[in-house]
């Protein structure tokens, strides 16, 4: 009985419910990164056909019954046809067929993912071979010979999502989980909008000049990082503010267990499994990593989405703050507590 004692006094309840959290973000981590990452199969990836007449017909008919459904294939007008819509992200790659000869090009674009235009090449090449025809590769849009495997885009949205988290963690840990009042809530919030500005502006110039890892605009990506670490820490604060302390492990639940493997960093999302494909477009690590290959390697083509999905983000986690600090507040006065305490 002493010893069952000392457990109780040693581990209350809250601990207790701490522990197991923990327990469940851990094999949720594990279930999220293997499900989405351990048998990557290109699945409906937009596939454009260009060939004369009703060629173009009976090759994208070939392409539509290949087995698992790798493609998604549509007839195109023509190869600039072809290479404008891979350039604006609207296909993936395509397939031009020469009656005249026994090569045809492949059109790919690294810059959305190096492994994705290897399958496309391997599955082209594969359906070529027994009709005796060989496949010319021509990388439209190709990644830079300092991004392996088109990873630094990725990488560069993780540690934007990293930064906005972690500063919105400390500030909880630090001066309270729950901002006691909109005022505090409204320091806070412009504290992580400087601070993402400094990590956007940094993240951009590390990646760009100083490492030439990822080519384009560094003030596009100063903004996009800005808006990134925004609207991550702007959730976390939100999610605090709800819950208190737990918001913090559910961020980590949101953005690293969820948004990561399903961003379409290490596999872009034709390859990924249906439920992450579905999810990962919604969520910040998935709409900045678009978001950033589109500006080093698409022109800056196909960014409204991405840009809105952040912005949502950003907008609903700031109002959110703000509104519960508002309702604590008023419910310190109705209880006749003192304003400003944070017992959490």
Request: contains cysteine; positive net charge; charged residues 15%.
């Amino acid at each position: 009985m002493k010893l069952a004692a000392e457990v109780r006094n040693a581990v209350s309840p809250r601990a207790a419910l701490l522990v197991v959290g923990v327990l469940a973000l851990q094999l949720l981590f594990i279930a999220s990164y293997v499900g989405a990452l351990h048998d990557p199969k290109p699945r409906d990836v937009p596939f454009g056909v260009v060939a004369p007449g009703a060629a173009a017909d009976r090759a994208a008919g070939r392409l539509a019954e290949l087995p698992g459904d790798p493609l998604d294939p549509r007839v195109l007008a023509g190869p600039e046809e072809a290479r404008r819509q891979i350039v604006e992200r609207e296909i993936d790659g395509a397939l031009i067929i020469d009656p005249r000869g026994t090569t045809d090009t492949l059109l790919v674009a690294s810059g959305g993912g190096t492994v994705l235009a290897n399958a496309l090449n391997t599955i082209t090449t594969a359906v070529e071979k027994p009709q005796r025809r060989t496949v010319r590769t021509v990388d439209v849009a190709p990644a830079s010979a300092r991004d392996f495997d088109g990873l630094s885009a990725f990488y560069l949205v993780v540690g934007w999502c990293v930064g906005g988290y972690l500063l919105a963690s400390i500030l909880a840990i630090s001066a309270g989980s729950r901002p006691a009042n909109p005022q505090r809530a409204v320091i806070r919030l412009v504290v992580l909008a400087l601070s993402a500005l400094l990590g956007g502006l940094g993240g951009a110039v590390i990646v760009g000049p100083v490492l030439g890892a990822l080519p384009g605009s560094v003030a596009a990506l100063w903004g996009l990082g800005a808006l990134v670490v925004f609207s991550v820490g702007a959730v976390t604060l939100a999610l605090q503010a709800l819950t208190g302390i737990v918001g913090i492990g559910l961020a980590v639940l949101l953005i690293v267990i969820a948004g990561n493997p399903s961003a379409g960093g290490a596999f872009p999302a034709p390859m990924l499994p249906d439920f992450w494909r579905t999810i990962g477009p919604a969520l910040p690590p998935g709409a900045g990593t678009w978001a950033a290959r589109s500006i080093a390697y698409f022109k800056g083509n196909a960014l409204s989405g991405a840009m809105q999905v952040l912005a949502v983000w950003a907008v609903l986690g700031a109002v959110l703050t703000l509104v519960m600090s508002a309702v604590r507040r008023r419910a310190d006065r109705e209880d006749g507590g003192p304003v400003g305490a944070d017992p959490s």
